[in-house]
């Protein structure tokens, strides 16, 4: 029987594959420059008058070069909108695993090696004719407990609280109502790692925190 897999549970069981990245450094070679001290003039043997200007000479200021580091605020902000997206994007592409526009549009959310889980997922939705979508008497969240961890300036770690209320069943037809295959309520909180890719965060990992069925606590919030 197929399971319900919300965008945290199936990236929870990716944690162990890690990816890696090499910082490429560059050096730059110097260039020898030969000087030529010319002669001396001969000495002037005529009479000059000098005069001398009272006017101080206008200083000349080099202004530094300025870095201007985006506020962690607006990174903490970009990161959970990254989730929020992310997880539109997997209420769409569950709710027609057929449309493969959808998909490609979820596979974009996560890092390259972070999607063959919820690919199969996907997949198992189509080969069983069902299909994913919100249960309108329990309110679906997500929420973020914590401040973001900074783990490198590409790297970001963050809490996600999530109240899965999602509903897997295969479609009415002209002939057969509507079947229910699960609809359980189950609320997770886990550490999700975002990086950075071609200025946009997606997501790579995750390490679950804590699970339990129904929505009451909402990860305390």
Known sequence: MISRSAPLLIILALAACASGSEDA??????????VIT???????TTTTTTTTSTTPPTPTTTQAPTTTLEPITQIEAAVKQAYLDLDAAYLAAAGDPANR???????AAYAPDSFEGQASFL????????RLRINPDVPRSVSF???????SASEIAIEICEVDSDVIYI????TQPE???????VTRLARSVFVQRAERWVLESGELLD????HEDSCGL
């Open 25 to 34: 450094g560059s050096t730059t070679a110097g260039t020898a420059v030969s």
């Open 38 to 44: 010319p002669a001396p003039d001969p000495p002037d």
């Open 101 to 107: 526009e959808l998909r490609e549009a979820y596979r």
């Open 123 to 130: 997949d198992e939705l189509l080969t069983n004719g069902t």
């Open 145 to 151: 407990p914590s401040p973001i961890d900074p783990l």
């Open 171 to 174: 479609p009415a037809t002209d």
């Open 179 to 185: 079947v229910i295959i699960d609809d359980r309520v």
């Open 211 to 214: 699970r339990w069925e129904g």
